[in-house]
């Protein structure tokens, strides 16, 4: 009895403490293979607890297959779970420190405190308590009410052509991208360059293969694009990131051009900051321009919402519908149900055409705010559209001018980190103005310009 003798404090229930030191005394050997313990109503009594304690912990340990019981045998150890002693592993070493640099130019930033936290807790209140067939298994598209829905919000505010048959809902851009690539397995992606590094980091990560394309002042070249080899092109022709130039109509149509002339070969459309313009209304989406069903169309939410609103759509054209329901026709929904319903509500009632409205004034006036700080001592483009403009100090490198601006506290980025081969601009950076309130820009530049200059 002398082995079974722990000490128990107050953090946990006393059979789970109890279970907890047998389960060591076997995995450390101390408790042998095949040893028989006491019967229950002796061990508690040696320790002083009631019979229902050993009972819950003898039952524990037997069911995760410590211990075997036999009629009239009692508890014995079962064979081969005995642990050899080793050593402990080495600590791992210790992580270096991230230096802790005000985000304000970030690129990503979203001012949530223009959530609609009201409506929106309204909207997932009703989804919960009018809709108890949501706690079922939905459709791995995404729900049919919401796919209908959207599709019908698209096409009138962004001018795309497609049935609810032809959206795929999915939790974040991330996941719907990794869906997609699987759906076009032999394919080599043309990549804007500079452009958006998330795909490239995909593709890198699956081992697929990419070619840079080089973006001109009207977005991707389409004799660069011939030429690279590519049989699938990523652009994001409505406001291009990070150059912020928009692709006009006959550029999208040289590109529709490519994408025609062999089979296999399709665009992928990313809307990206599509909502927000600010010199004219929004562009509509080059999927509307599609009659030969070669553009797959992606989106989100989560730049004009929340980041946390992980909700995210493919468009696709019909071939590659038929690949996505023969592959993963049978996954399940990644995306709340509840949540889904929720943002139904949203669109159906007109809330995120009133949030767009909203938060594009707001973001209007900040970019307003930062662009009246800069301009006086550098040169602003990119700024008519989306969240983030460029900035150059004409004779400088951007890599000296991020560190010199993360020597004064603000992590930002120069143009060059988002190019693959493409030689930018000297000096330039990539400024983000979301998440800079318009007080603040005036303390924020005047930083920079002492840093700069």
Known sequence: MTELTPSFHEDAPLYEQLYRYIVSQIRSGALAEGEKLPSKRRLAEHLGVSLTTVERSYGLLTAEGYLEAAPRSGYRVTPALTMIPTEPPPAPP???RRETLNDC?????????VFPYATWARLSKEAVYENPELLQRGDGQGDWA???TLA????????????????????GLEALMWVLIQLLPDAVFGLEDPGYAFLQRLLSNLRRPYVPVPVDGHGMDPAALRASGADVAYVTP???FPLGVTTPVGRRSDLLRWAYERPGRYLIEDDYDSEFRYASRPIPA?????????????????RTLAPSIRVAYLILPPALLERYRAKFGHAAATVSRFEQEALRRFLAAGSYSRHLRRVGNLYRHRRDALVAQLEPWGEVRGADAGLHLLFTLPGREDRELAALAGAAGYRVRGLSEYCLRAIPRPGTLVLGFAGLPAE???GAAADLKKAFL
């Open 238 to 240: 409505s406001h291009q």
């Open 152 to 171: 019908g919000f698209l096409h009138q505010y962004r001018g795309v052509n497609c049935a609810p048959e032809q959206v795929v809902l999915g939790a």
């Open 286 to 302: 080059m999927q509307g321009l599609d009659e030969g069903r070669k553009v797959i169309y992606v989106g989100t939410f989560s």
């Open 440 to 442: 603040e820009a005036p």
């Open 94 to 96: 210790a992580q270096e």
């Open 105 to 113: 130019f970030s690129t990503s930033a979203v001012d949530t405190s």
């Open 146 to 148: 919401l796919r209908a």
